[in-house]
């Protein structure tokens, strides 16, 4: 979770606690008038669970503060927009998500990202996001319209092929080792990401494992443009738009392709990873 996150949540549950000491209430009596648990309001207060909109509602008419509603509404919708997860992001589908993602990447100019696990989802072929869409599906319970994510996947795509963009692809050899599809379709996959080497919109590097890092791959990340990094956790997006933490990932982006390679020696990576997965 991010700092970022965290400390919204905290000033979110101050501003609860302001609410509840002026109208006279301590923990326990501000919890019997709300209908709950004690450790609840607790929680909040403290910044270790996220409120939802009802919470906040009904905080507010304990407290006899009506009109902080919609102040507290606003600073949920600023955390929001900082923390997504994925279970909220997919209620509408894969289809829809995929086309928030192409919007984004059309519209920018350059991309920087980082993938430690995955190959990134803008070059990846029809049966490996298939496989990764699928296994997303099940983990989180979202809707299946898996075939439509897909294409919708598939039509981000177009965004490789306009002059004007730039994606700098950094991948951890790891990720070509993952295998989110059948080895015949990891295969395809492989020679899909070899392919792109040498576009003039494309530059993929790869770190090797066994290489010397300052930094541990603990998470995928993009940098749009410079004006917004998106990060991903197990269980949602964290989007981070002040210049402190983007001037941070831009530094770190840099470190990670210190430790890269590219061009032949990127080929030959990939290559040894389809070479794990042949049957001779």
Known sequence: MSTDFQQARET??????ELRTEAGLNGK???EALGWQRSKVSRLENGKQTATTTDLEAWAR???AHEASGELRGRLRGLETTYRSWRRQLAGGHRALQEANAVQ?????????????IIPGIFQTPD???GVLTDVSNRIGSPSDVEEGVRARMKRQEALYQPGHHFHALIWEGALHVVRCSPESMIAQLGRLAGLIGMDT??????????????????GFWIIDERLVIADTWNAEVWLDSSEEIAFYVKLWDQIRNSAVFGHQAHRLIGRARAHLSPT
């Open 29 to 31: 009596e501000f919890a």
């Open 105 to 117: 990447e059309m519209e920018a100019e350059t991309v920087h990202l980082f993938e430690s696990g």
């Open 202 to 219: 494309v530059t993929i590097g790869i770190v090797p494992l066994g290489v010397r890092t300052p930094f541990s791959p603990k998470h």
């Open 128 to 130: 490996y996001a298939r």
């Open 62 to 64: 304990a407290a006899g």
């Open 12 to 17: 979110l549950g101050a501003g609860l606690r």
